[in-house]
């Protein structure tokens, strides 16, 4: 059951589609207070009671023991102590002593204090007056999930090929550099699908451009590529360059498109072009003028699309590097002390995301003019329904790919996400594989990490054991950042593990498919925690280093360095299938602990007893994949 | 067997005491080449092949797959791809077809390419040419340990009282705030033997004063707390303030004793107490001088001290500031495009610990003007010598308590480590547990963290379980960091579960000491890598969450947030003890896996069949335990 609580008058984010009667704030049934304009309520949890839910946030699949942030920022450092990253999933679910679930419908910060000040009671602060509180009751956490899927509308379900693997880096300059990793990948005979074009595509990083003299005859060069079965999915940013003449700035500006300040002027901030102006995504008028802007690169042949910075990330603004050169000017000739150098320091280094940045950021909402502070968390989520609404007009359901960095509940019906920039750390492994069914819960099915982390250097195990995690994952793409080492598998020693690997996933793609499929028909979760099956299993309860896949499987990839294996926790027994190329080794196992060896160009996966899996033959493309014979293991 | 090859002419470092004849480098038996005055060698290594070493480092035991770099480096951000940490061990040991170890005797940056670069090869660069390497050779890891350590002189033994449980935090201001903290252990009926001085208990950051309005009568004061049975243990940082009529400055200035720049004036840089100039610590008369220093707080009745930003940290050069605030004044008023802004907030953020400092930074050694770089790793360990001398000469060994942050091999005569700003993540239990064996290969013995993590915000389960590592660690020290949420075990709910776990930790220390001392003596690790004694069993060979302690144990601390246990291997049958408080639960557990329950105020501890431990009773001081009546479980 779901009960709707209201307070104030919300913004409305369109999270929810189905449709509740509002009941008043004070039947609202935890303990509450209202304090400095912000509305606060708790609840107590025992011992062993579990919270799941925030969708993609650091820590645990459990997310007692920490303070969480609803707030989208660009912050690349995803350790544990951070309070936010790139998304704001305000969905919580306790499962034990009782089960619901809270959804928050609500697009400014919301703080979630679960356990960090008291151990046993979990303290939620929305703050604002003006919000939807969903509070979902079943007997378990799993039809908990489902009530709250069904009420938030169908996942996005991505075309077939997305499910192939895929390639970026930032960047692969030019149209020789992109012919590179093609020519790599063919050459070693590993499957792959996608390309990715980062921001050095574009002409001066300006959206919807093309750098003609790196991608001459782009048209024509797209589709040659599509001809050899390789999609290109360019990525969009939120900022537009201020350019005189250039024809999306100048339409923005002419129609009053973009955030302003509080004066009414643009609101202006430095990103990868330079000084931009911001569409303002939450008008719907504009999100359908930027939604067909992607018309120029469909009509290019391009068939699928990353949104990127859209929290919004914005360097600087005009504002914030005067202030700060006007410090050091201030500074010059004196002897400064500590405190003012770590002072001056910090005005430099606090330039970038700075939350005084988005307060003089408004926004036209119904003609009423509305902080940026109120609406930040469905930024990033309005301009993918921007380029959701105009595919699905234009195209039907599913044609297109798109995924997000920002999110909010909600966009998972048009779009799916990636876990943002990540690191090469092998903490990373485990960091992303628990982020998966926290994120199914939130709706967000077609998503994954970074293979092989997107900041700092990797090593050739790294992207083994990250793609072997990528195998299963919807999205799966290596990426790499700017100046790290070359990430690429053809890059490494010994390219026949990377083939091994990857053929497998090729091999499951029909399998995942129709799990993918079946979880947005039916609203399930693909990856749940080994605590949702096995709720009276203590080892079971407690273990995030593995995942439930689909009704069948049981997932335990390898996260540590210079290991030859793993122990695995089998809540029943279990069938361990080796998987390695075209090669597939199984093995009985009885529930419990066990040592299971795994070389780095091996997967395991542990198949119920009852259960079967279909593989097909592997192939270089997946247009390639015979879909009709199947053998089931 | 211990062969020593020369190159140059080396700086003297005072790391090995033994006396080895030297061979001419070109009789060092591995592949190796000299480019752009580098001396590289390289070594093969098996698919099972441990390349152990490295003392205080980020990632594994295993150190393969990564390059690290020896350079002594102020960083509070301990993750796995960072290369150095405040250490500088240069002695690495290959495990498996063939045993080895290397120590390489020489001040200066080394890189270390463990397998990253290429899986299976081990590439060693020293940059420079005037070093000394040692190779040992024996039959087994262990030996070649005791080898080295035998070359390397036996390792620093502290106080007893060393033993008993610290308590620190940046910082405790001033006497109202140290009564409290040991009214607060003391109301909780938690033991407590030390309570730390961080920067604050200074006049104005000046080593070698007190801040008299915060510390009345500090003489007094520290024999009251002794009285107590409390040491009060005050930070001494390298930097040393410059100002008119400071003694300590005034001295150094007068007799040359500070490092100076290529033109021969004093090399001025930022740290805590503003503009410092830096004692020449290699220059033994410098020693002498600083040495004899520490007198003026041992007569205050000061028995222990730590000694801080010795790597040596610098905020910011005149010159860099200077440099940063010209290049901010040239950007202004113009339109900065991404590549100067992104310049320029670089030159803000590289302002602190900047290598183009250090080089500008010149030593008197024997007279001769020599560069910082070329003695970089060994100015804190110098540091520590001044200080360790002193203390030996005026007291003879084992009196005074001292630790340092940076360190490199030699120090571990005079001083312990403990391993620096760590931060409150999971993570960095599991990081600290590693460091502890590799530290020990090294000589550092009387080492461990900041347990509950130095940066950012602990919880109250993160603390207990840092804790419970810290039980077995020589050095078990709570500490954090300014602006961070309260740390101190009576700061949290249910005390009793702190005392729980402290009281574990005395009630061992008869046999934590006698196992310190035998180490000392016998050039043994307190701390092994199970590899080191079941090295035909796989799974305890790659195993690196669990560690031996002495002849007699095996440790598996809790690392992960939110369980009630974890799994453990055991290599041979053995007794899980189960230690909270005074309580003592055994059960006999066969090789293999389990799952181990371990509540928040337990600690596993596990015996081998044959062996039994020795605990006495409980105390609120180390002084009060009764050592001649134990009992052996």
């Known amino acids: 059951m779901i009960r709707k609580f209201t307070m104030g008058r919300p913004i409305i984010t369109e999270a929810v589609t189905a449709e509740f009667m509002s009941e008043k704030i004070g039947a609202f049934p935890f303990k509450s207070k209202t304090e400095n304009g912000c509305f606060s309520f708790s609840f107590a949890m025992r011992k062993d009671d579990i919270v799941y839910g925030l969708g993609e946030a650091v820590r645990g699949i459990n997310k ?6 609803s707030y989208c920022s660009d912050d690349p450092f995803h350790t544990e102590t951070k309070s936010s990253l790139y998304a704001a999933h305000n969905f919580i679910m306790l499962g034990g002593s009782s089960s619901f679930g809270i ?3 609500f697009p400014a910060r919301i703080r979630w204090d679960i356990g960090y000040s008291k151990s046993d009671e979990a303290e939620i602060t929305i703050c604002g007056m003006d919000f939807d509180i969903y509070l979902i009751t079943a007997d378990s956490p799993r039809e908990i999930v489902r009530e709250f899927r069904a009420a938030i509308g169908k996942s996005y379900v991505p075309p077939f090929w997305a499910f192939g693997f895929q390639q970026s880096r930032w960047s692969y300059h030019n149209a020789e550099a992109v012919d590179r990793v093609i020519d790599g990948y063919n050459s070693a005979n590993i499957p792959i699908d996608c390309v990715y074009l980062d921001i050095d595509y574009m002409d001066s990083y300006k959206d ?29 940013d939120a900022g537009v360059k201020k350019e005189d003449g250039y024809e999306i700035y100048e339409e923005g500006k002419a129609n009053g498109y973009f955030c302003k300040t509080a004066d009414g002027s643009i609101f202006e901030a430095g990103v990868w072009p330079g ?59 004196k002897n400064l002390d500590l405190g003012k150098f770590f002072h001056l320091k910090d ?15 408004w926004h036209s909402v119904d003609g009423e003019s509305v902080n940026h502070q109120s609406v930040h968390n469905i930024y990033g989520a309005s301009m993918t329904k921007a380029a959701g609404d105009y595919f699905s007009e234009a195209f039907g359901e599913g044609k297109i790919l798109m995924f997000s960095r920002a999110s909010y509940i909600g966009a998972h019906r048009t779009a799916g996400i990636w876990f943002g920039d990540n690191h090469s750390w092998w903490s990373h492994i485990l960091l992303n594989l628990k982020m998966l069914p926290s994120a199914n819960m939130c709706g967000f099915l077609y998503c994954g990490a970074d293979l092989g982390g997107f900041n700092e250097n990797a090593t050739r195990d790294l992207v083994l054991r990250f793609l072997a995690l ?59 925690p080994l605590s949702f099956d096995y709720p009276d299993d203590k080892i079971a309860r407690e273990c995030e280093t593995q995942l439930m896949l689909g009704e069948e ?27 390695s190329g075209t090669r597939v080794e199984q093995q009985e196992l009885e529930k419990g602990l066990h040592y299971i060896e ?16 279909p593989l097909c033959q592997p192939a270089l493309r997946t247009r390639d994949l015979d879909k009709d014979s199947l053998e089931y293991i």
């Open 64 to 69: 007692r023991g920490w303070i969480y942030e």
């Open 103 to 105: 959804f928050i419908d």
């Open 208 to 236: 919807f451009t093309i750098n003609e003299s790196a991608f001459p005859n782009f048209k024509s060069y797209v589709a040659d590529k599509q001809s050899q079965g390789i999609h290109l999915i360019p990525i969009i």
């Open 275 to 333: 000084i931009c102006a911001f569409p303002d995504f939450i008008n719907p008028e504009v999100r359908r003028w930027f939604g067909s802007k992607y018309r120029y690169l469909l009509d290019m042949g391009i068939d699928g699309f990353w949104n990127d910075m859209n929290e919004p990330a914005l360097f600087y603004s005009a504002k914030g590097i005067e202030n700060a050169l006007d410090e050091a000017a201030e500074a010059k000739g």
């Open 347 to 361: 005005v430099f280094m606090g330039l970038s995301n700075s939350r005084d940045d988005y307060s003089s950021i």
């Open 470 to 528: 990528g195998v299963f994952t919807p999205l799966m793409r290596n990426h790499s950042a700017l100046g790290t080492r070359d990430q690429e598998c053809y890059s490494f020693e010994n390219t026949d593990d990377f083939r091994d690997i990857i053929e497998v996933r090729y091999r499951l793609i029909p399998y995942l498919y129709s799990t993918f499929k079946k979880a947005s028909e039916e609203n399930e979760l693909i990856f749940r």
């Open 553 to 579: 499987c049981m997932i335990a990839p390898v996260y540590e360095q210079n290991v030859s294996g793993r122990t695995v926790y089998l809540p029943e027994d279990m069938r361990l299938v080796k998987l």
């Open 598 to 613: 795994v070389a780095l160009n091996e997967i395991p996966l542990f198949i119920k007893k009852s259960k079967k899996i």
